[in-house]
């Protein structure tokens, strides 16, 4: 991998050389995943200099925690969103915490934090996975999500056996719901 | 009753119905099991079908990847925004390619033949003229060369670690056209290796047949359009009867033309 550009290694080997401390996979890993990480956190925080200070942590903290990170049991993307979750809980606590100090603002002012049931993360994580799905179980997952097609109907449409499309149907949903129901256990680093 | 097949179980979730008949449907009521599966199975569904809107992320500003990389003290040539390409040195040891925001998946690109051009890597450009030797010396006319139309570099998937290949498209002299696919992989006993044509937004795909070890060479039906039919893909097929592709690719690449 010394030659190659890290911006072409899919997510597996982008971890793995995380994991071993290249500093070129945390700036990839930069590049690929921290417009999600601010946007999660812009839309908790609901101030950019809050969620720029963030991501910035976020970031660090991955890279100073990396030997935490487990490879079986986490991609790399779910790792940093998992502390990304963490460091936005932080970042309202501290709020909280001036807020008592000050004991002045009453009410919400300006800002209004998103509600904590915003799924971008979980949809990002989903079309990724859909993504490295092999060709034939994909096509049949976008027609039944982006065409509203039936099991039936994709079986017709791609000349499959119903049983086959079924059973694309459901691997695949196992591949995507264990990539967006991941470990959200501890990242503190 | 049972619990509800796993297969049925996927795609009631996935369509949002609830089974036709009518002891399926009471179990699915009374089974907390098979509900919370069901549930799960659907909200992924949902999931995948919301997407990625477009415009949903943005970048964080250039200032966050510098206190990041000052913070942590990386190398000097890491120091540009990954999100926009600046690098402050550039050196050959470390060319890490910027990557534009954008890359993030969007449900309406068809990305995976991207990341197979990207995968192989350096698509093998202009391999020229192949010339078919035939039985020099021999009183037999020299044949007419076969003239090479396309090629492609197969890259290996993931869990075929090491796997290699090479298909090479061919044309005689009669105009009949012909694959010539090379595999080097260790495919477990049992398995058979099948070479498929695949549409390069993957709406369709061709069988051509079943490698017999690691070299084979197949004829192309006169319809196939390698315009449109424009990745080579060995699977490993189960020898289950059901013709379909396995989804267990081995390697794949993109056809270039000579």
């Given at each position: 991998m010394t030659t190659t550009s890290f911006a072409e290694i899919d997510d597996q080997a982008l971890a793995r050389e995380f994991a071993a401390g290249d500093e070129r996979a945390l700036r990839e890993a930069y590049a690929r995943w921290s417009p999600l990480v601010f946007r999660l956190a812009l839309r908790s925080l609901g101030d950019r200099t809050d969620a720029e200070d963030v991501t910035q942590q976020v970031y660090i903290s991955a890279w100073n925690g990396r030997h935490t990170f487990d490879r079986s049991r986490s991609t790399l993307s779910a790792w940093i969103v998992g502390i990304t979750r963490h460091r936005i809980a932080d970042a309202h606590e501290g709020r909280a915490r001036a807020r008592r100090l000050q004991e002045a603002l009453v009410s919400e002012a300006s800002v209004a934090p998103q509600p904590a049931t915003d799924d971008l993360a979980e949809r990002v994580m989903v079309a990724e996975e859909l993504e490295r799905l092999e060709p034939v179980p994909r096509r049949v997952m976008e027609l039944a999500f982006?065409?509203?097609?039936s099991h039936t109907q994709i079986a017709d449409a791609l000349d499959l056996p119903v049983g086959t499309v079924k059973s694309h149907v459901r691997r695949s949903l196992a591949r995507l719901r264990a990539r967006w129901e991941v470990d959200d256990g501890p990242h503190r680093a | 009753m049972d619990h509800i097949e796993p297969d049925e179980l996927a795609v009631l979730a996935l369509e949002g119905r609830e089974p036709d008949d009518d002891a399926a449907r009471a179990h699915l009521a009374e089974c907390a099991e098979c509900r919370a599966e069901y549930d799960t199975l659907a909200r992924t569904a949902a999931l995948g079908r919301a997407g990625v809107p477009e415009g949903e992320l943005e970048a964080p500003p250039a200032s966050v990847w510098a206190g990041i990389h000052a913070e942590l003290g990386l190398a000097p040539e890491l120091a540009g925004d990954p999100l926009t390409g600046g690098r402050a040195v550039a050196t050959p040891a470390a060319p890490a390619e910027p990557r534009p925001v954008a890359e993030l998946p969007s449900r309406r690109r068809p990305w995976w033949p991207i990341a197979v051009a990207a995968a192989v890597g350096g698509i093998l450009v202009g391999v020229g003229v192949g010339v078919a030797?035939?039985?020099?010396?021999?009183?037999?006319?020299?044949?007419?060369p076969a003239v090479v139309l396309a090629s492609a570099d197969l890259a290996a998937f993931p869990g075929w670690d090491g796997a290699t290949g090479h298909a090479t498209v061919e044309e005689d002299a009669d105009g009949i056209r012909s694959i010539v696919v090379d595999l080097d992989a260790s495919v477990p006993q049992g398995d058979v290796s099948e070479v498929w044509l695949i549409r390069s937004d993957a709406s369709g795909l061709v069988s051509l047949g079943l490698l017999d070890g690691s070299s084979g060479r197949f004829v192309l039906p006169a319809g196939i359009d390698l315009t449109e039919f424009t990745l080579v893909d060995v699977s490993a097929e189960p020898v289950d009867g059901d013709p379909a592709h396995s989804g267990d690719s081995i390697v794949r690449g993109e056809l270039v033309e000579s």
């Amino acid at each position: 991998m010394t030659t190659t550009s890290f911006a072409e290694i899919d997510d597996q080997a982008l971890a793995r050389e995380f994991a071993a401390g290249d500093e070129r996979a945390l700036r990839e890993a930069y590049a690929r995943w921290s417009p999600l990480v601010f946007r999660l956190a812009l839309r908790s925080l609901g101030d950019r200099t809050d969620a720029e200070d963030v991501t910035q942590q976020v970031y660090i903290s991955a890279w100073n925690g990396r030997h935490t990170f487990d490879r079986s049991r986490s991609t790399l993307s779910a790792w940093i969103v998992g502390i990304t979750r963490h460091r936005i809980a932080d970042a309202h606590e501290g709020r909280a915490r001036a807020r008592r100090l000050q004991e002045a603002l009453v009410s919400e002012a300006s800002v209004a934090p998103q509600p904590a049931t915003d799924d971008l993360a979980e949809r990002v994580m989903v079309a990724e996975e859909l993504e490295r799905l092999e060709p034939v179980p994909r096509r049949v997952m976008e027609l039944a999500f982006y065409d509203q097609l039936s099991h039936t109907q994709i079986a017709d449409a791609l000349d499959l056996p119903v049983g086959t499309v079924k059973s694309h149907v459901r691997r695949s949903l196992a591949r995507l719901r264990a990539r967006w129901e991941v470990d959200d256990g501890p990242h503190r680093a | 009753m049972d619990h509800i097949e796993p297969d049925e179980l996927a795609v009631l979730a996935l369509e949002g119905r609830e089974p036709d008949d009518d002891a399926a449907r009471a179990h699915l009521a009374e089974c907390a099991e098979c509900r919370a599966e069901y549930d799960t199975l659907a909200r992924t569904a949902a999931l995948g079908r919301a997407g990625v809107p477009e415009g949903e992320l943005e970048a964080p500003p250039a200032s966050v990847w510098a206190g990041i990389h000052a913070e942590l003290g990386l190398a000097p040539e890491l120091a540009g925004d990954p999100l926009t390409g600046g690098r402050a040195v550039a050196t050959p040891a470390a060319p890490a390619e910027p990557r534009p925001v954008a890359e993030l998946p969007s449900r309406r690109r068809p990305w995976w033949p991207i990341a197979v051009a990207a995968a192989v890597g350096g698509i093998l450009v202009g391999v020229g003229v192949g010339v078919a030797i035939g039985g020099l010396g021999d009183a037999e006319p020299t044949p007419v060369p076969a003239v090479v139309l396309a090629s492609a570099d197969l890259a290996a998937f993931p869990g075929w670690d090491g796997a290699t290949g090479h298909a090479t498209v061919e044309e005689d002299a009669d105009g009949i056209r012909s694959i010539v696919v090379d595999l080097d992989a260790s495919v477990p006993q049992g398995d058979v290796s099948e070479v498929w044509l695949i549409r390069s937004d993957a709406s369709g795909l061709v069988s051509l047949g079943l490698l017999d070890g690691s070299s084979g060479r197949f004829v192309l039906p006169a319809g196939i359009d390698l315009t449109e039919f424009t990745l080579v893909d060995v699977s490993a097929e189960p020898v289950d009867g059901d013709p379909a592709h396995s989804g267990d690719s081995i390697v794949r690449g993109e056809l270039v033309e000579s």
